[in-house]
């Protein structure tokens, strides 16, 4: 067993860094400050490739699998949560596409969700008003009308929706879970209406509406996959986006580990600075064993999943550990500062805000423990 990146990988992650520190993090304070989408990071996202890494290359995809891009997407994540968000729900409708959408759709809709023409991305609109963790329980409908779909209803927490040029949309066709359908609205289609963008505690760089949709005509090239496959495509989409979600949590806790440190060597106390202090080197050492388990966790679930293996267990205790230990990590690092944690001067105060939502979103911890326990229970 080898633990050590590939010499690839590593180049990878060097590559990302840089990207991070020089194009992302200079405007992360401003697009928390001022709640700006990061629109003029889209074309350098899709330019380093960071688009499309789910998406085989003859789709128009960088196609660098799920270990480099749950590597690139935590460094991105500690320059800047809400670019990383951003970038993690357009990879995740592009795999969700890559996998179960016809070889014209493909053509289509991807070469646009990798390149982030015109600086839109993809959204993922599974969650409704009425229902979040009980995704089944959508009532948003698709019926059909000839060639076409008309899909009504109402779709809540969309990422990307102001900025979408292609929206995956799950819609009722029949009854239960083998009838949800999933579907490519274009952004601009008639009907799809864009709600008021939600005023979050965090990653308020990141973009989220209601959408509703009135009589909005697709046609049926733009049914992704079977009829009555939305809800197995949505969740195997969510598998694979929970691995980004730990990887964001990841990098969000990085960030506030670099904060800690570097308020521990300029804060004096007691005649010392902070980091002489056992009791702060021990919160250090917590968070330090938190991240390193997380990081494992992350690179087990994304290697399986770029082999193909089985990893919805995986995925799940990636999700649920990385964003636990993510919000035990900002606690820690707003504590070290004292007073100055709990204002606005310091990073950590935006760290600690956007770490929040990672144990919420594409599934909350209870729901990763629901999976989890089921599988382990199947499994024993
Ligand atoms: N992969 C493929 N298929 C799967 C699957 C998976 N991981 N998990 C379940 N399925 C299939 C099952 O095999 C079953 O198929 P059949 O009917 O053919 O047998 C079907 O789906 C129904 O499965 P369940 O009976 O397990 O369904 P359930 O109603 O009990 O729900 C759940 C399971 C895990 C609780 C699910 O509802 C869930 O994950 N809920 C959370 C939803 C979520 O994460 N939402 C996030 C919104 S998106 C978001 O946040 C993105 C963003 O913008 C940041």
């Given amino acids: 067993m080898n633990f050590q990146l590939s010499e690839e990988q590593q180049m990878l992650v060097d590559m990302a860094r840089q990207f991070a520190a020089q194009q992302v993090a ?10 700006t989408f990061p629109s003029d990071l889209i ?88 229902c979040g963790s009980d995704a089944a329980a959508l009532r948003t409908k698709a019926e059909r009308d000839g060639d076409d779909y008309i899909i009504n209803g109402a779709k809540q927490w969309i990422t990307n929706g102001s900025y979408a040029s292609w929206v995956l949309v799950m819609a009722r066709t029949g009854e239960g879970t083998r009838g949800i359908s999933a579907f490519l609205v274009p952004g601009d ?17 990141s973009n989220t509406v209601p959408l509703t949709l009135e009589n909005v005509r697709v046609n049926q090239r733009y049914r992704v996959g079977d009829e009555g496959i939305g809800f197995r495509i949505a969740m195997d989409a969510l598998d694979g986006g929970r691995i980004g979600i730990g990887s964001q949590a990841l990098g969000i806790g990085r960030a506030a580990l ?4 570097r308020y521990m060597e300029e804060r004096k106390a007691f005649g010392q600075p902070l980091n002489r202090h056992q009791a702060l080197q021990f919160m250090i050492a917590d968070i330090g064993t938190d991240l ?20 919805t267990q995986a995925a799940s205790m990636c999700k649920v550990y990385a964003s636990e230990a993510c919000c035990r990590a900002v606690d820690s690092a707003l504590q070290i500062h004292g007073g100055y944690g709990y204002v606005q001067d310091y990073a950590i105060e935006r ?5 929040r939502v990672t144990r919420i979103y594409e599934g909350t911890s209870e729901i990763q423990r629901v999976v989890i326990s089921r599988n382990v229970l199947k499994g024993s």
């Fill in 26 to 35: 200079p405007g992360a304070e401003h697009r928390d400050q001022t709640g």
């Fill in 43 to 130: 074309a350098p996202l899709a330019e380093q490739g960071f688009l499309g890494m789910l998406v085989p290359e003859a789709d128009g995809g960088s196609d660098m699998g799920y270990v480099n891009y749950a590597l690139a997407l935590a460094e991105i994540a500690q320059a800047c949560a809400s670019t990383a968000v951003t970038m993690a729900v357009n990879n995740l409708t592009a795999s969700a596409v890559a996998t179960f959408a016809s070889a014209e759709l493909r053509a289509e809709v991807l070469p646009d969700l990798c390149s982030g023409a015109g600086g839109q991305v993809g959204a993922f609109a599974l969650s409704e008003p009425h």
């Fill in 189 to 205: 289609a008639a009907g799809l209406i864009v709600g008021p963008e939600e005023r979050k505690m965090g990653l308020k760089g």
């Fill in 258 to 261: 670099v904060e800690a440190a």
């Fill in 292 to 311: 390193e388990a997380t990081r494992l966790l992350m690179l087990k679930a994304a290697s399986l999943r770029d082999q193909g293996e089985p990893m």
């Fill in 351 to 355: 760290l600690y805000r956007d770490a």
